[in-house]
């Protein structure tokens, strides 16, 4: 087959994953060509908080944090109740502290530690973010990074075929332009990471019918390119049923709330002005049990303490700007103002506050005692539960090849991120905080890594 043009490495997709690997590559003295279907890079990394959990990195050593490639390895493999590749983990743990400290040293992405709270299922503070907190200035970091490389990036360039050799080795891809031109690209290796199906509806009911109908909060691109293009060529899947949930968005504003109020003290209600969940365990689980509420509905409930806290993340900032956020002098005041029964609200934070003296006595499960009461004033938001991205994806070796349904490697097809299984297990529960991105980076590290040392690169 006659190629419009050649390039020793396509990527397909300009998110983390996809800028990591082109970055790897480039430091190797390869020029990859990126493929991004939208206007501008940005993909599910730029909807997310942008944090990026690894170990052993200098920023948390000048901090005094005392983490490991084992201790991080565990917190994921407990948060998954066992159900991950634990070869898979314990690469990708290996490969987040270097990754980060390479990006900070080699290529200026502003990245800070994360303090103040831990979130559920961490045992070491070890959330690496832009200083705002937010997807969008990683993202932006990561392309500049990739324009200062001499990074190659198509934009509006959406994949639509793989050409494959008669062995099964990846010859090239097919391109469509928004005008309906297109476009043949050969190339020597090929790294997918155009994450995963969250925004294809079909693909959500078949795999997580819980999920079917819930707000999609991620990246509409999402239509599951990759898996569907792993099943034509007879790779192998894992955890299809897993994903990344939240439980606090804005309703209707559409914003993503910090779950560091819950884990930090706040409580969240229905519109009983009960509690119905355990608010010290993942934000991924609640979105389904926020869902399961009347109109699929909850609200935040916290205080003036918590209120601080939240406005360290831009995303809140905005919230209250828009008139997310809402604040009173009393808890009957602020009852009234969500239109909550007061009764009911009242006699839930007194519970509460009776909790902290019996911290074994929440049928929830909640242990109380760890953080101080909430105390007026008072705040509320109203929020739905979302679905993120998802989880599962092509299986990958520890190189980050993808595998073939007989155990076999593709030798130039990669996977990083979303496209690739994750290491949620196998359903909302398993997600660590930061899993996606964690992938994201080091998968993406790993594959670039690998495709380089190819010897037709």
């Given amino acids: 087959m006659i190629f419009d043009i050649s390039v020793p490495v396509a990527i397909v997709g300009g998110g983390a994953a996809g800028m990591v690997a082109a970055l790897s590559l480039a430091d190797a003295g390869i020029s990859p060509l990126i493929l991004e279907r939208d206007p501008v890079p940005s993909g599910s990394t730029g909807l997310s908080s942008g944090m990026v959990p690894a170990c052993g990195t200098k920023i948390q050593a000048a901090e005094g944090v005392d983490d490991s490639v084992n201790i991080l390895s565990q917190d994921i493999i407990e948060k998954a109740h066992g159900e991950v590749d634990r070869a898979i983990v314990e690469v990708v743990c290996a490969a987040s502290g270097p990754a980060i400290d390479w ?45 200062r490389a001499g990074i190659d990036v198509m934009t509006e360039a959406r994949v639509v075929d793989l050409f494959v050799k008669e062995r099964g080795d990846i010859e090239g891809v097919g391109i469509e ?23 294809n509806p079909e693909l959500v009911k078949r795999y997580i019918p819980d999920m079917a109908t819930a707000n999609y909060f991620g990246h509409a691109g999402n239509q599951g390119e990759a898996i569907l293009w792993g099943e034509d060529l007879g790779a192998a899947t894992s955890y299809l049923g897993s994903y990344q949930g939240h439980g606090s968005v804005a309703h209707p504003h559409g914003i993503l709330i910090t779950w560091a109020l819950m884990t930090e003290g706040g409580i969240l209600v229905n519109a009983s002005g009960q509690r119905f969940t355990n608010e010290h365990e993942g934000y991924s689980e609640q979105a389904h049990r926020v869902m399961m509420q009347p109109d699929g509905l909850a609200w935040d409930i916290y205080d003036q303490r918590l209120h601080e806290l939240g406005k360290g993340f831009e995303d809140y900032v905005q919230a209250e700007k828009m008139g997310a956020v809402k604040m009173a002098t009393s808890i009957e005041e602020l009852s009234s103002m969500l239109g909550l029964p007061q009764d009911m609200l009242v006699q839930t934070l007194a519970e509460c506050r009776q909790l902290r003296k019996e911290p074994s006595a929440d049928p929830l499960g909640r242990d109380f005692s760890t953080k101080p009461s909430l105390e007026p004033p008072f705040y509320g938001i109203k929020v739905t539960g979302s679905l993120f991205h998802t989880q599962g994806g092509l299986t990958v070796n520890t190189e980050a090849r993808v595998l073939r349904q007989d155990g076999s490697a593709f030798v130039n097809l990669f996977a990083a991120g979303g496209a690739a299984a994750g290491l949620s297990g196998s359903a909302d529960w398993g997600y660590l905080s930061g899993n996606g991105l964690l992938t994201a980076v080091a998968l993406g590290r790993i594959a670039g890594l690998t495709a380089a040392k190819l010897p037709e690169v």
Wanted: net charge negative.
């Fill in 177 to 199: 332009r928004p005008d309906g031109s297109s476009e043949t690209i050969s190339c020597q290796a090929l790294i997918l990471a155009c994450n995963g199906y969250g925004g």
């Fill in 103 to 147: 990006l900070v040293e080699a290529h200026a992405i502003e990245l800070t530690l994360v303090g103040g709270f831990l979130y559920p299922g961490h045992s070491r503070l070890r959330m690496h973010a832009p200083p705002s907190r937010q997807g969008v200035d990683l993202i932006g970091g990561l392309t500049v990074a990739a324009e």
